[in-house]
């Protein structure tokens, strides 16, 4: 997995496409494997895939305008097809769950939604293995229901920078939108 950080011509899902037939075509190995996992923010996606594939792109970044990406330090291809074998031994173990509905809004990672019953998390947690993650629609979401959103987050932590800079652009989004 890598963090791409965009500019406004970067063209991130022909780079994953060009990557998946390099991998295909040139080197002619199956299973190709190059998407978007994690809609973080505007400027900022998580690409996961094939290694093979994310060489190819950081090779190749100039080409597709992609001016900074960084690895992260992950053990598999989260939020991709390559997951899904691991999607039946998590559906075992949440077999043996007690899963409540929650008492507070909780919202799906894989479609942005509230979750209503135990039966939808438990569907959605198992989904959010192979699936891409919608951080920013979700922020969409919560940032238009709430009037001011604060989290208290480690300081430290890419998290909060993240959520820092989405509040940051919803906030300016909102200006925009009642400003007109």
Same mark, same amino acid.
């Given at each position: 997995?890598?963090?791409v950080f965009l500019? !406004?011509r970067?063209?991130?899902?022909?780079?994953c496409?060009t990557?998946?037939?390099?991998?295909t075509e040139?080197?002619?190995m199956?299973s190709a494997?190059?998407? %978007?996992a994690?809609?973080?923010y505007?400027?900022?996606?998580?690409i996961? +895939?094939?290694?093979?594939?994310? @060489?190819f792109?950081e090779k190749h /970044?100039?080409?597709?305008?992609?001016?900074q990406m960084?690895?992260?330090?992950? #053990? +598999?291809a989260? !939020?991709t097809d390559?997951?899904?074998?691991?999607?039946?031994?998590?559906k075992?173990?949440?077999k043996h769950?007690d899963i409540?509905?929650? %008492?507070?809004? &909780?919202h799906?990672n894989v479609n #942005?939604?509230?979750?209503?019953?135990p039966?939808?998390? @438990?569907?959605?947690? &198992?989904?959010q293995?192979?699936?891409l993650i919608?951080? @920013?629609?979700?922020m969409?979401?919560l940032y238009s229901?709430?009037s !001011?959103? !604060?989290m208290?987050?480690d300081?430290? /932590?890419?998290l909060d920078?993240?959520?820092?800079?989405?509040?940051?652009?919803?906030h300016?989004m909102?200006?925009c939108?009642y400003? @007109?």
């Open positions: 997995m890598m963090m500019m !406004h970067t063209k991130m899902k022909y780079a496409f990557a998946r037939c390099y991998f040139v080197l002619k199956d494997v190059c998407s %978007i994690n809609y973080l505007p400027e900022c996606k998580v996961t +895939g094939n290694n093979l594939a994310l @060489e792109l /970044s100039k080409e597709f305008a992609i001016p960084r690895r992260l330090p992950v #053990s +598999g989260f !939020h390559l997951m899904k074998p691991a999607q039946q031994h998590l075992e173990a949440i769950m409540k509905t929650p %008492i507070i809004p &909780v799906s #942005s939604y509230k979750y209503k019953h039966k939808a998390i @438990e569907r959605f947690l &198992v989904d293995l192979s699936e919608k951080w @920013e629609q979700t969409h979401i229901r709430i !001011h959103l !604060h208290k987050l300081r430290e /932590s890419n920078r993240f959520c820092n800079v989405q509040i940051r652009c919803l300016s909102r200006q939108l400003d @007109e």
